[in-house]
Antibody, heavy 122, light 107 residues
């Protein structure tokens, strides 16, 4: 059974860097059949794709966040990481990790973590 | 960036009725990489439909997707009480991947 679980600080001060981790169980993040994404949702608002990381380690980011975001993977611990620099109140959101199936047809976000709420406040 | 516009913003129906939700893309999706998600309060979104019309694993056949190019539709027949939540469309045809603003289905 595939499970994803996000972890990290619930409160970040303005201008600081957010660091989140996503622990994946039930499947290896190194498999070429999948890649992994981070998505966020401000309270009461819609969803925003932050970026993706492929089994090879190659990344793709939303241009709106590209200057501040880094996604990486730790294959030995089967974990993903998200770093988002220069946090502001506009970055307050629930942050989710999710999986994409990379087969002959792409299947987006078939498994999600429950998400972790990050609040930016001094 | 492809903008997805969902309509209506809120749809008021009753259990047992049929719901038709629309998603229009600002540019054509040549690979028909359009997905629909259901989100219950306090939960992560749940994949319903991918590749415009394919049901995800475990999704009942009351949910169906259709459309191509720029116009896509999610249809829910025989509405159940648990269906009255928020639905999002999402395109993964072109980076950056984007979501619609959501349609709230209410009783």
């Amino acid at each position: 059974q595939v499970q994803l679980q996000e972890s990290g600080p619930g409160l970040v001060r303005p201008s600081e860097t957010l660091s989140l981790r996503c622990s994946v169980s039930g499947v290896s993040i190194s498999l070429s059949s999948y890649y992994w994404v981070w998505i966020r949702q401000p309270p009461g608002k819609g969803l925003e794709w932050i970026g993706s990381i492929y089994y090879s380690g190659r990344t793709s980011y939303n241009p709106s966040l590209e200057s501040r975001v880094t996604i990486s993977m730790d294959t030995s611990n089967n974990q993903l990481s998200l770093n988002l620099a220069s946090m502001t109140a506009a970055d307050t959101a629930v942050y989710h990790c999710a999986r994409v199936v990379d087969g002959y047809i792409l299947i987006p976000f078939d498994h999600w973590g429950r998400g972790t709420l990050v609040t930016v406040s001094s | 960036e492809i903008v997805l516009t969902q309509s209506p913003g809120t749809l008021s129906l009753s259990p047992g009725e049929r719901a038709t939700l629309s998603c229009r893309a600002s540019q054509s999706l040549p690979s028909n990489y359009l997905a629909w998600f259901q989100q219950r309060p306090g939960q992560a979104p749940r994949l319903l439909i991918y590749y415009a019309s394919r049901r995800a694993t475990g999704i009942p056949d009351r949910f169906s997707g259709s459309g191509s190019g720029t116009d896509f539709t999610l249809t829910i027949t025989r509405l159940e009480p648990e269906d009255f939540v928020v639905y999002y469309c999402q395109q993964y045809d072109s980076s950056p991947w984007t979501f619609g603003q959501g349609t709230k289905l209410e009783i």
